[in-house]
């Protein structure tokens, strides 16, 4: 009886990471990213809701929380580059941010420009960018202590991320990939984004091993 109770709720969470994780890519994508060079990673457009956080503070927190995510994406990408698994580069973040505030971007006016100007703008083919709402300051660090139970106290759900890349000639959709943010995912921003890629690695569009086995 234990037994079939405890396959019952792997079973049951196995259902659920799998409902959580929802991952788009356009029928497009291959003739929109033929000459596709390099992309641009920009900082994440965030929501941070905290308690007892006064105005400024919470600002601050959640620019924090924003270029948290875009070092994170821009760490996995270059360690799976000199593995030689993408065939595009992609832009330092830091060089991305230097030519975003000589233009007068950052990130209180990030999102009023669109794919097609930032990518101009930066001199790339296209732009890796998303959203990501949090209930915690996951750079900071958080509890991965899982119990069963927490999903009924609603204590697992840190909130939610979501990841899109654009084409910089047309601004349209390419690919995006959206999951729900638990005490599974990782303690930190870096271990969330490193899970979370790489358990979408067999459908990131630019993996070679992706093409290769398209076209066999």
């Known amino acids: 009886m234990i037994r079939y109770l405890l396959l019952v709720s792997l079973l049951f969470l196995g259902f659920t990471v799998d409902a959580q994780k929802n991952i788009y890519e356009s029928a497009s ?44 994406l821009e760490t996995y990408f270059s360690i799976r580059k000199k593995k030689k698994k993408f065939n595009v580069d992609f832009q330092e973040t830091k060089e991305t941010n230097r030519i975003l505030k000589e233009k007068g971007i950052d990130y209180t006016n990030l999102d009023v420009y669109s794919t097609k100007e930032l990518s101009k703008i930066l001199g790339v083919d296209g732009i890796i960018s998303g959203s990501l709402d949090l209930n915690v300051l996951l750079s900071k660090g958080v509890s991965t202590e899982f119990s069963f139970f927490d999903y009924f106290r609603g204590d697992a759900n840190y909130g939610r991320i979501g990841i899109k890349i654009a084409d910089g000639d047309t601004g349209k959709l390419l690919w995006k990939y959206e999951k729900a943010i638990t005490k599974k995912t990782g303690k930190n921003t870096t271990e969330l984004i490193d899970k979370m890629m790489k358990a979408a690695s067999r459908k990131f569009p630019y993996d070679k091993e992706k093409k290769r086995r398209k076209n066999n």
């Open 29 to 72: 994508f291959d003739d929109l990213t033929d000459d596709h060079q390099i992309l641009a990673i920009l900082p994440f457009i965030t929501q941070l809701e905290l308690e007892q956080s006064p105005g400024e503070e919470l600002k601050s927190l959640t620019e924090r929380e924003a270029y948290a995510v875009q070092n994170a």
